[in-house]
C-alpha cells in the first residue's frame, strides 16, 4: 500500500514586521518644493547627465545634487559653504547606477 508522505504540521510562525517598521527620514525629499522642482527637472532633462558624459543615453531615474546639500538643514547654507537645495543649476539628472556609484563616492570622500 502506498505510503505518501503526511505534510507535517509546522508551528505558525509569525512574520516578523519590525524590519519594515521605520521609516527613513529623508524629510527634504519629500516636500514639495522639491518634489515639483525634481518633476520638472526630470521632464526637461530625461537623460542620466553621467553616462551622456560618457557617450551613453540612458533614461535618468533620479535629479542628484551635483553639490551636496546640508543634509542636517537643507535650507541653510551656511552663508554659501553649502549650495541651496533647490538651485537647478546644481541638478543633475542620474541614472540608477550612477547615482549609485556617485554616492558610494562620496561618503568614502568624508574628511
Ligand atoms: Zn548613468
Known amino acids: 500500500m502506498p ?18 517598521g ?14 515639483s522642482l525634481r518633476n520638472s527637472f526630470i521632464a526637461a ?5 553621467e553616462c551622456n558624459r560618457n557617450n551613453r543615453i540612458t533614461r535618468g531615474t533620479m535629479v542628484d545634487h551635483i553639490r ?4 542636517a538643514e537643507p535650507y541653510n547654507t ?3 559653504q553649502y549650495p541651496h537645495p533647490l538651485e537647478r543649476e546644481n541638478l ?6 550612477c547615482h549609485a556609484r556617485k554616492s558610494a563616492r562620496e561618503s568614502h ?3
Request: hydrophobic residues 15%; contains cysteine.
Open 68 to 71: 551636496p546639500i546640508n543634509r
Open 45 to 49: 532633462n530625461p537623460l542620466c547627465a
Open 78 to 80: 551656511h552663508g554659501g
Open 92 to 97: 543633475q539628472t542620474l541614472c540608477e547606477s
Open 22 to 35: 521605520r521609516k527613513e527620514r529623508t524629510g527634504f525629499y519629500h516636500t514639495p518644493p522639491w518634489r
Open 3 to 20: 505510503t505518501s508522505p503526511s505534510p507535517r504540521r509546522r508551528p505558525w510562525q509569525p512574520k516578523r514586521e519590525a524590519q519594515q
Open 109 to 111: 570622500l568624508k574628511r
